[in-house]
């Protein structure tokens, strides 16, 4: 008997190992093709009032012929940057930024409505200073970016490392990269949440020496701020489509009630020509 439970232990284990090792990891989430399902809910329920959404364990509404959704969420950013320095130096930037998920670019307003379309967003925006190392350089930019695996805007919050380039003089193109850190370390947990930008200078701006290209690493911290969120919005565009009905339906009263008061002394003077006639 005892050398049967041991066998059948093992083979458990086995089997479960099995299992375990055919289950592949899909964005911090495991799935399971043969059941074409998710082993853990999506923490985030885009639309209440779309039946398909209120399965948190499938993917892209069911219909992964027609969608993809690698994350779930992305978060991304435009606004204005500016950097100095000669071998040390500091650069600054701020504008801003807005989350948003799968449910934006998978209904259609006009179908499932403006909560719906809306899903997860949030909007604020967000300051980042930062000091290092940097070739000889000032610079006035445009910055615009994307962190294709945060959820939330609050995450771009985070410190980073920052490393990036640029080439050209007065007008200039660059990319960089924002790794996160954790003081004066890479956070290797969240080595994923890192976010990839690029920069142009609209007007000629950018002094590069003694070449025309840049090159900088630098660490900085970022502040964000929520500003707007889709319950918010969902909110005041309900309250303005209150207000906006409620003068529609007034205008409409008075309109009403002006022809009712034409109509009727359109019919007084016609009914008091007939007793002229008469007599």
Known sequence: MRANKKCWETVTILIASLVILSVPVSAGRQYNPTLGRFMQPDPIVQNYYNPQNLNRY???LN??????????HVVVYVGGLGSLGAL???????????SIDQSILLNS?????????????????????GWGYLSPQGSMAMEAGI??????IKEYGSPT???GFDAGEGYTGGLGIAVPREGKDFDYKNLNKFSVEGTVTLLPTDVNAPVPASVYGTQSNTQVNT????????NTASKAGAVVKNVFNTISRTFQEAVERSRARAEAIMAARKNRGRS
Not at 147 to 152: K, L, R, S, T
């Open 58 to 60: 499938s993917y892209t």
């Open 63 to 72: 219909n992964p012929m027609k969608y993809t959704d690698p994350t779930g």
């Open 88 to 98: 040390l130096g500091g650069s600054g930037s701020g504008g801003l930024i807005a």
């Open 109 to 129: 307003p006009n179908i499932h409505g403006l909560e719906n379309t809306l899903g997860s967003f949030k909007a604020g925006y967000y300051k980042r200073g």
């Open 147 to 152: 962190a294709p695996f945060q959820q939330d």
């Open 161 to 163: 490392f920052d490393y």
């Open 227 to 234: 500003v707007v969120d889709a319950p918010t919005i969902v």
